[in-house]
């Protein structure tokens, strides 16, 4: 018997995530090519300058990809 295709809000979030991450990747294009500082350098500026909300957020993005990845199903 044939699997269902993936529900309309898998195929929701997916996309949602692949665009953020596609618009951050061009975003750091151009501010490379301005001689700016990156995505990537703001990101650490913002981490040393509240370590504690930092940790929380990894924190919590590590219990959702353990969550998404090591569900079982039934």
């Known amino acids: 018997m044939p699997h269902p295709g993936p529900s309309d809000a898998l195929v929701l979030v997916a996309g949602v995530g692949l665009s953020t991450l596609l ?9 490379t090519f301005d001689e700016r500082p990156s995505v990537g350098e703001w990101v650490t500026q913002w981490a040393r300058r509240y370590p504690l909300f930092a940790l929380a957020l990894t924190l919590l993005a590590g219990a959702l990809v353990g969550h998404f990845y090591w569900a079982t199903a039934g």
């Not at 618009?23 to 501010?31: G, S």
């Open 23 to 31: 618009l951050l990747a061009v975003a750091d294009l151009f501010l």
